[in-house]
C-alpha cells in the first residue's frame, strides 16, 4: 500500500520539535544567499512531474535526469509495510565531494548562494565526479563527449525570479526552495518546525536537500541503491 499522511504523521508525534541534523547547523548565517530545497515526503504522489519538467525544462538526454522518484518499502508499527515516494537529486553540499575530484575546476560552489554548479567551458568531460558523488546525483556521459547532467536549481530560472521547474509543477507541493538565511521564508520555517532528515549526513558532506516526515530507521544507503522510476518521453 502507499503510505498515507495520518501514519507518518503518528510516526513523527512524538518528537516534531527535534531534527536528525542539529537546528545551528541548519539555520546557523552564512554570507549571502543559502539555497536549499526540502521535500516533504507526504506530500509526494510519485507523479514524476519534477523529473518531466526537469527533462523537459533543460533538455536533459534520454536517462540521464537531474532528479529522480524512487519507491522505497518502509516498515512502521501501525501501518506494517508501505511504499513511499521519495526524490533525490544533487544535494548542493557545502563540503562537495565532486569538487574536490575535478582535475578542471570546473564544478564548483558559488559563494554568493551555495549552489554547486558546472562551468561548461572548463568541463574536459571526464566524468570523475559521477563516480565521486555519493548520492549518484551526477548523470555520466558514457561516451565522454558532454559533461554530466546534475541539478543546478534552475539558476537560468532564478535570474528571471522564477523557482526551479521541478518545484513549480510539484502538483502536491512537496517540494519547497528557498534561502534558509532569509527568516521570513517558508524553507526556513520548515526547517525550524520539522524534524528534519538529510541523506547520507554521516559522510560529512553537509548537503543542503532536506527530508521531512520521514521515518527516523529509514535506511538512506539502501534508498539511493533503489532503482528511480523510469518515465517514457
Known sequence: MLINRRSLLEMMAAGTAFTLIP?????AKTPGKRYAMVF???RCTGCLSCTVSC???NK???GRSRTDVSQVTVTG?????AVLPMPHQCNHCDNPPCVAVCPAKATYKRPEDGIVVIDYN???????CTKACPYGARKADPEFKTAPEKCNFCIHRLQEGL???CVETCIGKARVFGDLNDENSEIYRLVKENKV??????????????YIGLPDDIDDKAMLQTKPIQWQR
Open 163 to 165: 523557482l526551479p521547474a
Open 60 to 62: 536533459t538526454p534520454v
Open 77 to 81: 508499527k501501525s501501518f506494517g509495510s
Open 40 to 42: 516533504d515526503v507526504r
Open 55 to 57: 527533462a523537459m525544462e
Open 197 to 210: 532528515y538529510a541523506l547520507l549526513s554521516d559522510l560529512g558532506t553537509k548537503p543542503n536537500i532536506f
Open 23 to 27: 537546528s545551528a547547523q541548519l539555520l
Open 122 to 128: 572548463k568541463c574536459i568531460h571526464c566524468q570523475a
